[in-house]
């Protein structure tokens, strides 16, 4: 069992910066595969970026490369989404996600069902 709780949302102009966290608890976290996703009101949710157990290997949204960093600190059971030059279309409710069945990144860590342990969400707001 994995739980995940996410914090670091808010309200900010375009161009800003805004850092995300994740605090998880469970034994399985530092072998697991993480992930931040997104959902916008009326939208499916959307891979943003995942890490790998190491940290060692990370995969992004190509919208959002150059932008946002993903990262993680094992020995403080934390995973971040760093995320600058903040544009209105990045409005959203963000979501971490775990994977405990793999370990590394490959092109199915962008895939939403492939998480078995979610966050709550917290909200980012980007205005113009």
């Known amino acids: 069992q994995v739980q995940l709780v996410e914090s670091g949302g808010g309200w900010v102009q375009a161009g800003g910066s805004l850092r995300l966290s994740c605090a998880a608890s469970?034994?399985?976290?530092?072998?697991?595969?993480m992930g931040w996703f997104r959902q916008a009101p009326g939208k499916e949710r959307e891979f943003v970026a995942a890490i790998s157990w190491t940290g060692g290997s990370t995969y992004y949204l190509d919208s959002v490369k150059g932008r946002f960093t993903i990262s993680r600190d094992n020995a403080k059971n934390m995973v971040y989404l760093q995320m600058n030059t903040l544009k209105p279309e990045d409005t959203a409710v963000y979501y971490c996600?775990?994977?405990?069945?793999?370990?590394?990144?490959?092109?199915?860590?962008?895939?939403?069902?492939?998480?078995?342990?979610w966050g709550q969400g917290t909200q980012v707001t980007v205005s113009s």
């Open positions: 996600a775990a994977d405990p069945k793999r370990m590394g990144i490959t092109a199915e860590a962008a895939k939403v069902n492939e998480y078995a342990y």
């Open positions: 469970g034994r399985t976290f530092s072998a697991s595969r």
